[in-house]
Antibody, heavy 120, light 110 residues
Framework: QLQLQESGPGLVKPSETLSLTCTVS??????????WGWIRQPPGKGLEWIGS???????YYNPSLKSRVTISVDTSKNQFSLKLSSVTAADTAVYFC????????????WGQGTLVTVSS | QSVLTQPPSVSAAPGQKVTISCSGS????????VSWYQQLPGAAPKLLIY???KRPSGIPDRFSGYKSGTSATLGITGLQTGDEADYYC???????????FGGGTKLTVL
């Protein structure tokens, strides 16, 4: 059974870079047909797609975040990562990683999510 | 302001049926697959429907999806108290080149 788990700091200072890693278990991140995505949810609000990556390294980003986002993959560790630079309080959210069908067609399964708070 | 429009809330009695709408446009719902997710309080979203009307294994047939033109609908029959959750629709927007979600609908089972 495929499982995803997010990890990383829960507190990031304004203007710094948020860094999260998603570890995939129970399956290979190098499986064809699937993409690996990041989605976030500010407290009490809806879902926002951040971006997705294919195991080959091809990336796709939400245009509204593209200038600040980098998603990378490490197939040797079965992990993919998110970096979001120049964060502000508006980036405070629960960050989920998920397996995607196509770039952002549908996502299943999802990690449990990790809350990242941007505060000094 | 979400690209996809969902009602903020819906409610129905146990055992009844409810539908949740997801309204979009020609650049998203009309020409791309729609998915639906259930998010229980404090949990991650769970895929209920993919490619407009398909159910992943393990999802009961009480949940159904339908799409027509620029709107999609999630139907839930035989409502149970355990169905109380937030429900989100999602798809790809070809004009914006981004994944998009609806604002979410809170289902209350009275």
């Amino acid at each position: 059974q495929l499982q995803l788990q997010e990890s990383g700091p829960g507190l990031v200072k304004p203007s710094e870079t948020l860094s999260l890693t998603c570890t995939v278990s129970g399956g290979s991140i190098s499986s064809s047909h699937y993409y690996w995505g990041w989605i976030r949810q500010p407290p009490g609000k809806g879902l926002e797609w951040i971006g997705s990556i294919y195991y080959s390294g091809s990336t796709y980003y939400n245009p509204s975040l593209k200038s600040r986002v980098t998603i990378s993959v490490d197939t040797s560790k079965n992990q993919f990562s998110l970096k979001l630079s120049s964060v502000t309080a508006a980036d405070t959210a629960v960050y989920f990683c998920a397996r995607g069908n196509d770039v952002a067609n549908w996502f299943d399964p999802w990690g449990q999510g990790t809350l990242v708070t941007v505060s000094s | 302001q979400s690209v996809l429009t969902q009602p903020p809330s819906v409610s129905a009695a146990p055992g009844q049926k409810v539908t949740i709408s997801c309204s979009g446009s020609s650049s998203n719902v009309a020409n791309n697959y729609v998915s639906w997710y259930q998010q229980l309080p404090g949990a991650a979203p769970k895929l209920l429907i993919y490619e407009n009307n398909k159910r992943p294994s393990g999802i009961p047939d009480r949940f159904s999806g339908y799409k027509s033109g620029t709107s999609a609908t999630l139907g839930i029959t035989g409502l149970q108290t355990g169905d109380e959750a937030d429900y989100y629709c999602g798809t790809w927007d070809s004009r914006l080149s981004t994944g998009v979600f609806g604002g979410g609908t809170k289902l209350t089972v009275l």
